[in-house]
């Protein structure tokens, strides 16, 4: 009788280890499915946030809207606005004061008009992409462009953010663009 009782302790013990195992098999993989699922929503904002940068740099390659006196392009509408100062302002994705703004759409860029319809940069899931623009200085251009010194001249340098959140999400993903431009000296 008593190893019967000893082998039914024994099976319980068994039993019990195979549940916690079971269980900790589970949670280990629905956490591992959170994980990939935050990796994901992540990188799509990402790629929203860089198709928001690209937009940034295609209109302002855009010939059509470069010729057109009606339409400014994100770097000139920029370059009419103050210097950011960097030490003292903050480069977030929702400040609306000191950026100019530019969006993308589902529908991707179309030639000859300004970016600026605000809409789904995809809808599944919906993700939101727009870009900030701010003019930071006015320099004398280095390296291959020392071939012109002494003309009238600068680099006009810019920082291009570009962000992306996800419907719900709390924070958006953003990736910065120095770009610069030569242009005529402001003093001249």
Not at 26 to 47: C, P, W, Y
Not at 167 to 184: D, E, I, K, Q, R
Request: with cysteine.
């Amino acid at each position: 009788m008593k190893q019967q009782g000893l082998v039914m302790v024994f099976s319980l013990l068994v039993l019990l280890s195979l549940t916690i195992l079971g269980v900790s098999s589970v949670t280990s993989g629905l956490f591992q499915s959170k994980m990939a699922s935050s990796l994901e929503n992540r990188t799509i904002a990402f790629d929203a946030a860089e198709a928001a940068v690209s937009g940034v740099v295609f209109e302002s390659e855009d010939p059509a809207v470069l010729t057109d006196p009606a339409l400014t392009d994100p770097l000139s509408e920029a370059r009419q606005q103050n210097a950011i100062d960097l030490a003292n302002q903050d480069l977030s994705c929702f400040d609306n004061i000191n950026w100019t703004d530019r969006s993308m759409t589902q529908a991707g860029l179309t030639s000859g008009v300004r970016q600026v319809v605000a809409g789904a940069y995809n809808t599944n899931p919906s993700t939101a992409s727009w870009s900030k623009t701010a003019f930071v200085r006015e320099q004398a251009c280095l390296g291959s462009s020392n071939v012109i010194s002494g003309s009238s001249i600068n680099c006009h340098v810019f920082l291009v953010r570009g962000c992306g959140q996800l419907a719900n999400a709390g924070y958006a993903v953003a990736n910065t663009l120095t770009t610069s431009v030569f242009a005529p000296a402001s003093g001249n």
